[in-house]
């Protein structure tokens, strides 16, 4: 092999620009041609390709977003879009792809390859929600909590100096790992994911304990797909039943998704953009790269999408009695 590409697709999530870097500099360092794909499956589609040297990704390591810019494509859900896009990567003379991005972009680079085998294919989880199968974390992941932490001691402060009920609303449509993991680092009141039910009664129970032993202030954490509602509709719903406390709502949005890198996710995508990267010159292909209990590992993309993450019944178990 002696050209490869690589993409940002789907969510950015940061460290996204230091896994570019390092696929970049490790395809250098063994003298394969690198194209960057201006953003995602959309850029394969249009041939919005940029050469790539080591020059070109200075300075990015500890930088938040993509530099390649990302996106979600219509376009490349279709055979017509992905059949474009192998005509371009084919006319640039393009062998192997590197696919940063969630289980949405693994499921379309694994369409890709299998329709058009000519090229190899590999994925480095990229993705701030912590959702795939065959790694312990993803590169974003550590950055995002790490702001809710931060963000969530600023609004502990205010709660505490009046007496307030705050409901903190953080991403996680699908799956809870943002909000249990940061709920406990914040020592959340309760934890709300999609993973397990919201009881009111036991919500109600729980504020009753706190206020009667006079609580400062109260922060429940909401994953924004938890199966009761959003924060909003939760605060409302909590409000009928409980009026002890002032009830405020703060949704986080997007700051979760910026920000400069942690250490963490700087060292874990240097790491799986170097063995990505050197998987793919060896042949590897349809797998995604990770790290699980410290080492590399390589999942079927298949597999990686597949699966349900399941919550840690007794992570979920300590968030209660430490609430208490
Ligand atoms: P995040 O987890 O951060 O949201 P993601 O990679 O899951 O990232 P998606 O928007 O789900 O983000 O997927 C990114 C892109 O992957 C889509 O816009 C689409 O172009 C492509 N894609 C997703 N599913 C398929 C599919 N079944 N077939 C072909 N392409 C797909």
Redesign the pocket.
């Known amino acids: 092999m002696k050209h490869i590409a690589v993409l940002t697709?789907?969510?950015d999530?940061p460290g996204m620009n230091a896994c570019i870097r390092a696929v970049v500099r490790t395809a250098a360092y063994r003298n394969i041609q690198v194209t960057g794909v201006v953003a995602?499956?959309?850029g394969l589609i249009n041939g919005d390709f940029r050469d790539l040297d080591s020059t070109a990704v200075g300075n990015i390591i500890q930088k938040g977003g993509t530099i390649l810019k990302t996106?979600?494509?219509?376009q490349?859900?279709t055979p017509e879009g992905?059949a474009k896009a192998a005509e371009n990567m084919r006319k640039a003379g393009i062998e192997g792809l590197v696919v940063i991005?969630?289980?949405?972009?693994?499921?379309?680079a694994d369409?890709l390859a299998s329709e058009f085998p000519e090229f190899k294919v590999i994925g480095i989880p990229g993705?701030?929600?912590n959702?795939l199968y065959g790694t312990d974390f993803t590169i974003g992941y550590d950055t995002a909590i790490n702001t809710v932490v931060d963000a969530v001691d600023n609004i502990r402060d205010t709660a505490s100096s009046h007496n307030r009920l705050f409901f903190v609303e953080v991403m996680g449509r699908d799956a809870g790992l943002i909000a249990l993991r940061s709920g406990i680092a914040c020592g959340a009141e309760a934890i709300l994911i999609p993973e397990t039910k919201t009881h009111f009664d036991k919500l109600i129970a729980q504020l009753e304990r706190g206020w009667k032993r006079q609580k400062s202030g109260h922060v429940i954490i909401v994953a924004e797909g938890d199966d009761a509602g959003g924060a909003f509709e939760i605060a409302r719903i909590v409000q009928e039943k409980f009026d002890k406390l002032e009830t405020k709502v703060a949704i986080l949005g997007h700051i979760q998704r910026g920000g400069n890198p942690t250490c963490m996710d700087r060292v874990l995508a240097t790491r799986l953009g170097y063995e990505a990267t050197e998987a793919l010159l060896f042949g590897q292909t349809r797998v995604m790269t990770g790290q699980v209990a410290g080492k590399v590992s390589f999942t079927p993309l298949q597999n990686a999408v597949k699966h349900n993450i399941d919550v840690n019944e007794t992570i979920i178990k300590i968030a209660e009695i430490m609430a208490l």
């Open positions: 697709s789907g969510g999530a995602g499956f959309e996106a979600r494509s219509k490349f859900m992905r991005g969630g289980d949405g972009s693994f499921r379309g369409i993705t701030i929600d959702d």
